[in-house]
């Protein structure tokens, strides 16, 4: 179950906009990182959690927002992770249109872990 860090600077990212980017980000995460054919990698919309934090006045970003995303680690996810980053990023950069002029980032980070639902 991925967990995505919505980071945003709220001096240069409005809530219109970072909302515009959370509505589709769990759909979006869910494409670039599922992994066909193994019942424990396989992901839907669902089973991605996103979580907004603004930046903190003593912060020091060069980017007015990030993306963040912790999943667990699967040799078939790890084998192309910079295209699955591309995926994310091409997929946010369509979604903000050609006038937007933010810049950010998509940081993925695959880690051994587990998860429970509660």
């Not at 860090?5 to 979006?28: A, C, G, H, Y």
């Not at 089973?47 to 060069?62: F, G, T």
């Not at 790890?78 to 810049?103: P, S």
Request: glycine content about 4%.
């Amino acid at each position: 179950m991925p967990v995505v860090l919505l980071k945003r600077n709220p001096k240069t990212v409005d809530d219109e906009t970072i909302s515009k980017i959370r509505n589709d980000l769990r759909t979006v995460v869910a494409i670039a990182l599922n992994v066909s054919g193994d019942e424990h990698c396989e992901l839907t919309p669902a089973d991605v959690d996103v979580e907004i934090q603004d930046d903190h006045p003593l912060d020091h970003n060069e980017r007015d927002f990030g993306i963040i995303v912790v999943a667990n680690a699967h040799p078939r996810r790890m084998m192309d992770l910079t295209e699955r980053a591309e995926f994310i990023r091409d997929a946010i950069k369509n979604m903000l249109g050609d006038t937007n002029t933010l810049r950010g980032y998509v940081y993925i980070t695959p880690n051994p872990g587990a998860h429970a639902r509660i």
